[in-house]
């Protein structure tokens, strides 16, 4: 076996451990969050080397924030860069309606729009990997079998190792199917993917320029009926274009450089390939697919195993980084006793309305530029004209914000008791805005939060509230004005050990909104002091509560909690669920 650096028999025997099938950024992130909640994790991955060519190239602010859990988003915000947006251009390349995204720092603490460099990103998550000692990581690791019924608890993984053409049984309590668009365990699990109407083929081409070309800095998609196109600008001097392919046409006739030449014409001002590198040219077939079901027991599937979506919305990675954040803390509450097996069923409740919503807009922006032609290209372009007049309409289209959840684990209070309360609802994500320590240190919210379950409140807390806080390992935070000095503590950053903001002669840490965007939940507290919010690790808002009702953790806690995770070899970066 190639593994990290560990005896081979040691981790598959651990309790509680769970196994991850696919390093990818999904796989990668998806075992570092539940690493750093104490979890130990195997990680397989079947090929030896990380993959070296580009593929996704956008990540939305809110994705951005579950980066900064995994302990990346320095380094992803240094080899990142912000973009303006999405335009659609007509076959003549005028703009036909236009997306903005702001480059300045939005409610969430990133710029809304961030393009990257996939294998960059790659990077950074495993070194992280590497370094992480709740982590078994093993290369040319490919998994054969699963154990039967596969959902199973424990769950058994049958998988063969470099050198070794027998298979090894592997038993871990969870195994989260993170292995791309040809999931070998959705194909055990037999999961069927339901197609939600888009099959098209495209000619992708990423190309490394000598000098920078003078295009604009957002992503174009070119309706253009004859050949639909996008392009971008990724990052430095990386450029990446897509071409449709008209049925029946070979990648061959657009790969010479003369061809493609003249398909680069008007971003590159000329007809040749001259000081252009081509890193890659192939097809892909887009799809629009979504799995029948994202669970089967104690078996998960996460990004392309559960969804493929067109890139049209640059929302394919991302979705499957939300998985990950979704799943990661319910898995790891269940492990540590803290909830019952019934949270883990809202993964599903939860992630496949929001996947679903993302490739049906992706699809829809795929037909605006690819739908119909002649005719049907012109009353296109009619209709679209007169719909981006609408600020709602481009708003809609050019937002990636999560839904507000409906259903999962949350607690919708009575629409009566929360009337005036709309900067704080069950199933939305907390905004993360900039806030004032105790110590004085300027913070984003997320830093506080440091990825645990948390209760927000500007009331002087009650017995009640401290005690249901520390019986659901809750950290209590108050928000005021201005804190009193010393309260919060000293707030770290990722990597480092988390500082819970206690002091010896208080239940809670302070806080107080520091100005700025995405205050305004924080604002609505100090307001109203009766209110009380609950946000789970993954920043959704669980519950809205006004005394004297307490909020209520919308997960069981079974009679009997489980004892501690065991972590003789904690990360400096775990999230103590038993302190």
């Known amino acids: 076996m190639d593994s990290k650096h560990r005896d081979a028999e040691a981790p598959f025997a651990a309790k509680r451990r769970v196994i991850v099938v696919g390093a990818g950024p999904v796989g990668c992130t998806a075992a570092l969050l539940l690493a750093d909640f104490g979890v130990p994790v195997t990680l397989l991955e079947r090929h030896p080397q990380p993959h070296p060519l580009p593929r996704a190239v956008h990540l939305d602010d809110e994705v951005a924030r579950t980066l900064y859990r995994a302990g990346v988003s320095e380094g992803f915000l240094a080899r990142s860069r912000s973009c303006s947006g999405l335009r659609l251009l007509d076959a003549g390349h005028h703009v036909m309606a236009e997306f903005r995204r702001e480059h300045e720092i939005g409610i969430n603490g990133f710029p809304q729009a961030n393009m990257f460099h996939q294998p960059h990103l790659e990077q950074l998550m495993l070194a992280r990997v590497e370094r992480h000692p709740l982590i078994d990581f093993y290369r040319r690791a490919e998994v054969c079998g699963l154990g039967d019924p596969p959902g199973a608890a424990p769950v058994q993984v049958c998988a063969r190792f470099a050198g070794d053409e027998t298979p090894r049984t592997l038993t871990g309590s969870f195994v989260l199917g993170c292995d791309g668009a040809n999931s070998t365990i959705r194909e055990l699990l037999g999961v069927p993917m339901d197609d939600l109407g888009f099959t098209e083929r495209w000619l992708v081409v990423d190309i490394r320029t000598d000098t920078p070309l003078d295009t604009w800095d957002g992503v174009e998609q070119i309706c253009d009926p004859a050949r639909a196109a996008t392009f971008m600008q990724v990052t430095g001097n990386r450029y990446r274009w897509e071409f449709q392919l008209r049925e029946g046409e070979d990648e061959a006739d657009l790969i010479s450089p003369q061809a493609l030449g003249q398909l680069l014409r008007h971003w590159t001002g000329r007809g040749d390939l001259a000081g252009l590198e081509i890193i890659r040219s192939t097809t892909y077939t887009f799809r629009a697919r979504l799995a029948a079901r994202f669970q089967a027991g104690r078996v998960f599937l996460l990004g392309d195993a559960a969804h493929l979506t067109p890139p049209f919305i640059g929302q394919g990675l991302a979705a499957g980084l939300r998985d990950a954040d979704n799943l990661a803390w319910k898995i790891a509450y269940v492990a540590a006793g803290l909830a019952g097996d019934d949270l883990l069923g809202t993964y599903d409740t939860e992630r496949r309305p929001h996947a679903r919503a993302m490739v049906k807009k992706a699809v829809r922006v795929g037909w605006a530029m690819t739908g119909g032609q002649d005719r049907a290209a012109a009353v296109r372009r009619i209709a679209l004209a007169a719909a981006v007049r609408s600020a709602r309409f481009r708003e809609a289209m050019a937002s990636t914000q999560t839904p507000c959840l409906k259903a999962g684990a949350l607690q919708h209070a009575p629409r ?164």
């Not at 935070?477 to 002091?503: C, D, E, F, S, Y």
């Not at 205050?519 to 609505?524: G, I, K, Q, W």
């Not at 609950?534 to 069981?556: G, K, M, N, S």
Request: glycine content about 10%; proline content about 11%.
């Open 416 to 579: 009566w008791a929360l009337r005036g309360r709309a900067a704080a609802r069950a199933g939305a994500l907390i905004a993360n805005p900039l806030v004032i320590t105790g110590a004085g240190a300027s913070v984003r919210l997320d830093a506080v939060l440091q990825g645990r379950a948390v209760v927000l409140t500007a009331g002087q807390p009650g017995a009640g509230l401290v005690s249901l806080c520390q019986r659901h390992r809750l950290l209590l935070v108050r928000v005021t004005a201005a804190p009193a000095p010393g309260v919060a503590g000293q707030v770290t950053p990722p990597g480092h050990a988390p500082a819970t903001g206690l002091t010896a002669d208080r239940d809670y840490a302070e806080v107080s909104p520091a100005g700025g965007h995405g205050t305004a939940a924080l604002l609505a507290l100090i307001r109203d002091p009766a209110m009380a919010v609950l946000v789970r690790p993954d920043r959704v808002i669980a519950d809205v509560a006004t005394a004297p009702r307490l909020p209520c953790p919308p997960w069981t806690m079974p009679a009997a909690a489980a004892p501690a995770l065991s972590r003789e070899a904690p990360s400096p970066n775990v999230i103590n669920l038993n302190s």
